[in-house]
């Protein structure tokens, strides 16, 4: 994946503090999560929001880890892996988002969900959530199928697109936004 | 029938299953195959309820933040401690930081879930 992306996807969204392309594993996304831990220290954010961004990251992260179709030019091995990045802007919004490449197939199983998440208020989402992780009707071998449920409850805003590559495969964003006005540590 | 450890990791919580009733999770959870991981744990608790279940059964569970098929983990868990609820005496313990609302509200999405459960939100 070309590197030059992460330009693009930051443009006005102010400081990196975390991007990330190519081969994904659970030990690098653990790193990287330990790394959002220091972040998150070192600013005044509480430590629910913390746990929202960490949360949020881990989500989108293993998504791509499980998911993604990304393939060499070269070779017909498919490997998992993407682009994501963590930042922030100058009123410290938060935004995490993440670009992969996606098959049809994926693509078609994904979309209900990700406009149920994009139009449905806090409180349908939160029930939707909450019926799902109750009937195991989302249930695969790797999760509970609550992902974009579970990020879209902790945090303020979602955009995403497919980009069509050939009839096959799409480049899959999603950008999140965490909105940390009015919710900074409290004094001990 | 023995006691269970599973030692803390970066990303899976440290699991204490004890025969005497005590059990505890504390840390993360965001395994990279969550009810692999798991499964140990599961077939413990089952096995328990069904041979030797002690008096009382405490469950302190204090996990800072876990990914959404942890979640659904978590709910069958706590589905498996609701189906034995009427013949035994369990409590739950869901240990939050004061600073930590998204803990609380998960806690407190439990406790919708699981009426019949005595799930208590312990600030710590």
Known sequence: MDIGQVQDLVENDGIVFLSYGGFLSQALISGMT????????????????????????????????????????????IEPGGLIV????????????????????DKKKMEPKLIDVTTLDKESIKKIYKEL???????????????FYEIAKRCDHIEYNFKKINENKFYFHIKTKINTHNKIKKDK | MDNLHIEETKYTPEILL?????ISLTGKSYP?????????????IKQYFTTSPATTTTVNMEITY?????????FDFFDILEE???????????????????????????IEDFEDLNINLVEK
């Open chain 1, 34 to 77: 330990e790394a959002l831990e220091k972040e998150a220290l070192s600013s005044d954010i509480s430590m629910g929001i913390s746990n929202n961004i960490f949360t949020i990251f881990i989500e989108l992260a293993q998504n791509m880890m499980n998911y993604s179709k990304t393939q060499h030019k070269d070779c017909q091995e």
């Open chain 2, 32 to 44: 990279e195959n969550t009810f692999e991981f798991y499964a140990p744990m599961i077939e413990w």
């Open chain 2, 66 to 74: 876990f990914n959404s098929s942890s979640s659904k983990l978590f």
């Open chain 2, 84 to 110: 034995h609820s009427e013949n035994n005496d369990i409590t739950i313990n869901w240990i939050y930081d004061e600073e930590n609302e998204s803990a609380l509200e998960a806690g407190e999405d439990f």
């Open chain 1, 86 to 105: 963590v930042s922030k802007d100058e009123e410290s919004n938060y935004y995490i988002q993440s670009q992969n490449i996606v098959s049809i197939d």
């Open chain 2, 18 to 22: 004890n025969t005497d009733g005590t």
């Open chain 1, 133 to 147: 992780r109750r009937s195991g009707k989302g249930t695969h071998n790797k999760g509970g199928g609550l992902g």
